[in-house]
């Protein structure tokens, strides 16, 4: 079974441009989360999506949308990049509401900001 | 606010050598207890979920333990291959499926 995938892997842009980051979930799971991952730090919640409805928001500033599409694949835009900007980008998707279950996180997109 | 706080930072063992990690937490209530392992430039890979106090969970040669307060990620005669980032995560009611995660314990095995 195909895990949880991320596209591109790696992503070099520069200050100010947009970039969308891609995840295609496990077959099945109709729930996606995003995470934004500093080196040396914890995975930061930045959106929840499920049934393509927006289900829950992090603490992070307008310049971050996502969406979740009709086969549940989700895209994150990060608009206007900041230095900071720069981290590994992660994909979580679950089957909504399965007590137990854990939430299976893909490899990741690393983006660099320079 | 939710937090969430894993120590050590880091810790080194010898092959062999019994230790346990620490996660504390001060939550609105608790709706479960994740733990995670994470390989350099590699996402999380789910471990355990416990949901309420005094659970235990057991995998290999790791036991997931769970109080009112903390929860300890215990590693029995660790070998190399358990050389990894050990991140805890909690999840709140009403919160959705969002996470809250700790910093981590970077823990190295050596020969």
């Known amino acids: 079974d195909a895990g949880v995938t991320q596209s591109p892997t790696h992503l070099i842009k520069t200050r100010g441009q947009h970039v969308t980051l891609r995840c295609s979930p496990i077959?099945?799971?109709?729930?996606v989360s995003w995470y934004q991952q500093v080196l040396g730090q914890g995975p930061q919640f930045i959106f929840q999506?499920?049934?393509?409805?927006?289900?829950g928001r992090g603490n992070f500033p307008d310049r971050f949308s996502a969406r979740q599409f009709p086969n549940y694949s989700s895209e994150l835009n990060v608009n206007a990049l900041l230095l900071g900007d720069s981290a590994l980008y992660l994909c979580?998707?679950?089957?909504?509401?399965?007590?137990?279950?854990?939430?299976?996180f893909g490899s990741g997109t690393r983006l660099t900001v320079v | 606010e939710d937090q969430v706080t894993q120590s050590p930072e880091a810790l080194r063992l010898q092959e062999g050598e019994s230790s346990s990690l620490n996660c504390s937490y001060t939550?609105?209530?608790?709706?479960?207890l994740f733990w995670y392992r994470q390989d350099p430039g590699k996402g999380p890979e789910f471990l355990f979920t416990?949901?309420?106090a005094g659970e235990e969970k057991e995998k290999e040669r790791l036991k997931a333990t769970l109080t009112k307060k903390e929860s300890f990620l215990h590693i029995t005669a660790p070998k190399p291959e358990d050389s990894a980032t050990y991140l805890c995560?909690?999840?709140?009611?009403?919160?959705?499926?969002?996470?809250?995660f700790g910093t981590g314990t970077q823990l190295k095995v050596e020969l």
């Open positions: 939550v609105s209530g608790l709706r479960g």
């Open positions: 416990l949901y309420s």
């Open positions: 077959s099945g799971h109709k729930s």
């Open positions: 995560a909690v999840q709140v009611p009403g919160g959705g499926n969002k996470l809250t």
């Open positions: 999506y499920y049934e393509k409805e927006e289900r």
């Open positions: 979580a998707s679950s089957l909504e509401g399965v007590q137990g279950y854990g939430y299976t």
